[in-house]
T-cell receptor
Framework: EAQVTQNPRYLITVTGKKLTVTCSQN?????MSWYRQDPGLGLRQIYY???????DKGDVPEGYKVSRKEKRNFPLILESPSPNQTSLYFC????????????FGQGTRLTVV | GQNIDQPTEMTATEGAIVQINCTYQ??????LFWYQQHAGEAPTFLSY????GLEEKGRFSSFLSRSKGYSYLLLKELQMKDSASYLC??????????FGTGTRLTIIP
């Protein structure tokens, strides 16, 4: 089954404790991205990747890192999480360059206390 | 900027028709998507428009006017399960998909 898989689904952590949210897709998609979703603000892009070893900042990259060592995986790293990073996070993938349908993971609800 | 505007909330009656509007800045525009998102779940693809006109897909249709920077999603024969948020998203250039804040649609019996 074609899918984007994120883990974990739920995470509660403390300020400053490094964490990684994994994202994996099995559709051989070139384009992957991370979004955060907050009430009243909608989905905002954090980082995106056009292909392996190619990553770029989205609209809200501060406090986040990503890597794209393999085509299928695109982890989101919070080196020192802060409470303002409490949010619902979605990973998405699409076929490639240009406007194509994005497939979303199930979401990760992160709480930083 | 690439501001995308859509109403925050709408209410409609089961069996009726509802139109959700979306406006966007036209500079660099390269296509428009509509997604449906139920509370706490992932967005799912509904439609894509790149040329002017109406795209029909069952009970859902989407319209685009590139010159006016305007799109709408039309939902017919509304069902209770259509209660969800509807996200308008515009593609700019070849790399950037920008989402509106979403329209929360409530269907009442």
């Amino acid at each position: 089954e074609a899918q984007v898989t994120q883990n974990p689904r739920y995470l509660i952590t403390v300020t400053g404790k490094k964490l990684t949210v994994t994202c994996s897709q099995n559709m051989n998609h070139e384009y992957m991205s991370w979004y955060r979703q907050d009430p009243g603000l909608g989905l905002r892009q954090i980082y995106y990747s056009m292909n392996v070893e190619v990553t770029d900042k989205g609209d809200v990259p501060e406090g986040y890192k990503v890597s794209r060592k393999e085509k299928r995986n695109f982890p989101l790293i919070l080196e020192s999480p802060s409470p303002n990073q409490t949010s619902l996070y979605f990973c998405a993938s699409s076929l490639g360059r240009g406007p194509t349908e994005a497939f979303f993971g199930q979401g990760t609800r992160l709480t930083v206390v | 900027g690439q501001n995308i505007d859509q109403p925050t909330e709408m209410t409609a009656t089961e069996g009726a028709i509802v139109q959700i509007n979306c406006t966007y800045q036209t500079s660099g525009f390269n296509g428009l998507f509509w997604y449906q998102q139920h509370a706490g779940e992932a967005p799912t693809f509904l439609s894509y428009n790149v040329l002017d006109g109406l795209e029909e897909k069952g009970r859902f249709s989407s319209f685009l006017s590139r010159s006016k920077g305007y799109s709408y999603l039309l939902l017919k024969e509304l069902q209770m399960k259509d209660s969800a948020s509807y996200l308008c998203a515009a593609f700019f250039g070849n790399e950037k998909l920008t989402f509106g804040t979403g329209t929360r649609l409530t269907i009442i019996p």
